[in-house]
């Protein structure tokens, strides 16, 4: 029929004009994501042992840990950088560390405008953003 195609698109967005409005307000509400969304490394310099563990199971090569011993010849930390530009989010980091001391939450806005921006030093992060900060500073996003 002549036109079909037409009303079938007058149809589509009828509808679509009827329908509620899910635009998001973002950035001044922030969207409510999928429990397993992944963003935001967070690293506990006190839980941390230094063992590498972490660097060793990820695929990528994304994590650098530095360390040293003290003087109860005891591995300390003393550096942990992750270049994030290869990370593919994927929480092996996360999983395999034997203390806890890594976590990831979904603050995602981690945009850079320069590849040397999405290397993160974590160990200095640690400092400022330890884990739990993305759930104090912003409850609504959080518990989708
Ligand atoms: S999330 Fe995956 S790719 Fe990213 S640092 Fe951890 S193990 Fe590596
Ligand atoms: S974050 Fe965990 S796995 Fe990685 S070095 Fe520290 S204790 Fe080991």
Redesign the pocket.
């Known amino acids: 029929m002549f036109g079909e195609g037409l009303l079938k698109g007058l149809g589509v967005t009828i509808k679509h004009f009827f329908a509620p409005k899910i635009t998001e307000q973002y950035p001044e509400v922030k969207p409510k994501l999928p429990p397993l969304v992944?963003s935001r490394?967070r690293l506990n310099r006190e839980k941390c042992i230094a063992c590498g563990i972490?660097a060793n199971?990820?695929?990528?090569k994304?994590?650098t840990v530095n360390s040293e011993k003290d003087e109860n010849n005891k591995k300390r930390l003393t550096g942990y950088e992750?270049n994030l530009q290869?990370?593919?989010?994927?929480?092996?980091?996360?999983e395999s560390c034997p203390t806890k001391a890594i976590e990831?939450d979904q603050d995602f806005e981690l945009a850079a405008y320069t590849r040397e921006n999405t290397k993160m030093d974590m160990y200095k992060e640690a400092l400022t953003n330890p884990p739990g900060t993305a759930a104090k500073e912003d409850k609504g996003g959080k518990d989708a």
């Open positions: 992944k490394f972490c199971a990820c695929p990528n994304v994590i992750m290869y990370c593919l989010f994927c929480g092996l980091c996360v990831i």
